[in-house]
């Protein structure tokens, strides 16, 4: 059933994709216009979610649906600091991924001993109530109406967001990628494939599966710390459940069974979803359609759908020149 | 090297195991058999730590096991391998030795690589070293799986849970002859649950029959064979 999830973790060529990937998107300004750009920004941010919820739920089967509320806590720690007590930006997103990292680490705690279904649910009921905590208490959180958070650089000039949101996206992915080729790697996937066996052999499963879930959510706190200090406004809405839905969605556009997957389906469905914007909510049908497309028919995802392709085409060029 | 004391494990009013008292020496290859329903794997469940006993006590090496978790046991150096091999059907037959290294081994990772490749080499499977693990036939499995804990240095206790079952006849020598070795050379205690009377035979010294949950007799195979509450337990009353 889980075939190949984790089939190809650990060679070098997943980083020479998101290498490649990386290479395009910085490239990328020099081309698009400002709209695209702020677009391409924000998916940047999808990426980090992405990615570390292919981590905990991809590599260690921990399927959890509580990317979103981790971003979100990261993204009001630093906006409450900031908004009350004016603590320098700096010292709020590092504030953010620590409480998100602890919080994670607490959650993991928690749904330690459940398995699979149960795990989403408790994560999903989390995540929930995180959100609605946030709308109920209005008094200090502004609830729907908005809390105003300063923006990073003090402007709104998108060209620089650009970049640092790409460096956040790479950077994060490289941390992943590394705890995913170490040791570590191999626990996490040891946990996925069978705990019993992993904790025979003297791999100590609690405690690994408690790190994913803390790693993961400081990544996706820190990510949600920026993305506060870049739309300038947060509200309870980036906790809901349609942002964990899109995660997924971008996670399996690209590829669930590969590394680089994420990477390229967070700005594909992004930037698909802002011209879909203008139909509403259909946009979510639409994916919809495609995720069950190609659970279907092409379960390693879009990226891998592209190679197969490339090495297929690739495979008839050379052909057709060995008869030449 | 390992002794339980009293050992009782109970499931509501089932009783699995009644009062095991069993002692291995340092060295010895004991074997385990006794009918299906036994109680053998979850005598093997309660000294690794997956269930916890009602009541009794597990020494190994003089020490207490009692309130150890799985993976703290391992790291004593009691392993064990699982009546179905579980590999991790997801890496290489390589990274599935690997990882018991990165587990609980001890040097550097290129020893381990070295170690890996020399097990590889013994048992014939060199050729498979990159190979997802799920393509092993059932037979590789088991080889792969018992190979796992020689990764180990401190490995001192190896407990294996039908290590033969559905084994083809040359992969099985390939395994009794691993099993010698690493007795001889590096002194590691087996405790082997099996049906098969004649690798038994090969392998073991002494031998506990278990029916019922209880310890029947222990002493030789053909000692023990021979006796009347054995063949009943395995075959019935009638027969006798």
């Not at chain 2, 509501?12 to 794997?41: H, W």
């Not at chain 2, 020490?63 to 004593?76: D, E, F, I, S």
């Not at chain 2, 390589?94 to 001890?106: D, P, T, V, Y």
């Not at chain 2, 997802?132 to 240095?153: D, I, N, R, T, Y």
Request: aromatic letters at 10%; hydrophobic letters at 50%.
């Amino acid at each position: 059933m889980s075939r190949g999830l984790t089939r190809r973790g650990c060679g070098l060529r997943p980083l020479l994709i998101s290498g490649l990937l990386i290479g395009v998107a910085a490239l990328v300004p020099l081309r698009v216009n400002d709209y695209l750009l702020q677009v391409l920004t924000i998916s940047f941010y999808y990426v980090v979610l992405a990615v570390s919820w292919n981590l905990l739920a991809g590599y260690t089967g921990q399927f959890s649906l509580a990317q979103q509320a981790f971003a979100t806590i990261g993204a009001y720690t630093t906006g409450m600091l900031g908004h009350y007590y004016h603590v320098p930006i700096a010292v709020g997103i590092v504030a953010a991924g620590l409480v998100s990292g602890l919080v994670g680490a607490i959650l993991g705690v928690m749904v330690l001993r459940l398995r699979a279904i149960y795990l989403a649910i408790a994560t999903w009921a989390f995540a929930e109530t995180l959100r609605i905590t946030l709308t109920a208490a209005y008094e200090f959180t502004r609830g729907d109406l908005g809390l105003s958070v300063p923006t990073l650089l003090g402007n709104l000039d998108p060209l620089p967001y650009y970049y640092i949101f790409l460096a956040m996206a790479a950077a994060s992915t490289l941390i992943v990628y590394l705890v995913v080729r170490s040791p570590i790697g191999f626990f996490l996937r040891a946990i996925k494939d069978d705990e019993l066996r992993a904790a025979s052999m003297g791999i100590n499963t609690t405690f690994w599966k408690v790190f994913a879930f803390a790693l993961t959510s400081v990544l996706s706190g820190l990510a949600g710390a920026f993305y506060a200090h870049y739309v300038a406004v947060i509200s309870p809405q980036i906790a809901d459940f349609t942002e964990m839905a899109k995660i997924i969605v971008m996670v399996i556009v690209g590829g669930i069974g590969t590394f680089a997957g994420p990477l390229a389906g967070a700005p594909v469905v992004q930037v698909v979803s802002s011209f879909l914007h203008q139909y509403g909510q259909w946009s979510n049908v639409i994916f919809a359609v495609l995720v069950i497309v190609l659970m279907r028919t092409y379960r390693d995802g879009g990226i891998a759908l592209l190679l197969h392709a490339f090495r297929l085409l690739w495979a008839r060029v050379a052909d057709g020149r060995g008869q030449a | 090297m390992l002794e339980t004391i009293g050992l009782t494990k109970r499931f509501g009013g089932l009783f699995a195991n009644t009062d095991i008292n069993l002692s291995i020496a340092e060295g010895e290859i004991r074997g385990l058999i006794g009918p299906n329903g036994a109680g053998k794997t979850t005598f093997i469940n309660l000294l690794t730590g997956v269930e916890e006993p009602s009541s009794g006590d597990i020494w190994l090496a003089g020490k207490t096991l009692l309130g150890q978790v799985p993976y703290t046991r391992a790291r004593r150096g009691l392993l064990r391998t699982f009546q179905v091999p579980k590999l991790f059907r997801n890496m290489t037959v390589l990274e599935n030795l690997l990882i018991q290294h990165f587990a609980c081994g001890q040097g550097t990772q290129r020893d381990a690589r070295l170690r890996a490749d020399g097990l590889l080499e013994m048992a014939g499977l060199t050729r498979l070293r990159d190979s997802p693990a799920s393509h092993l036939s059932g037979g590789q499995q088991a080889l792969l799986q018992l190979l796992g804990g020689f990764m180990v240095e401190r490995l001192r206790c190896y407990l294996l849970d039908e290590p033969f079952a559905g084994v083809n006849p040359i992969v099985k020598d390939t395994m009794v002859e691993l099993i010698h070795q690493y007795n001889r050379s590096r002194g590691i205690t087996f405790l082997i649950v099996s049906h098969e009377m004649s690798v038994i035979r090969q392998l073991c010294s002494r031998v506990t029959v278990l029916a019922e949950g209880k310890v029947l007799i222990e002493g030789a195979l053909d000692e023990v064979t021979a006796n009347a509450q054995v063949i009943d337990a395995y075959l019935g009353k009638t027969w006798s």
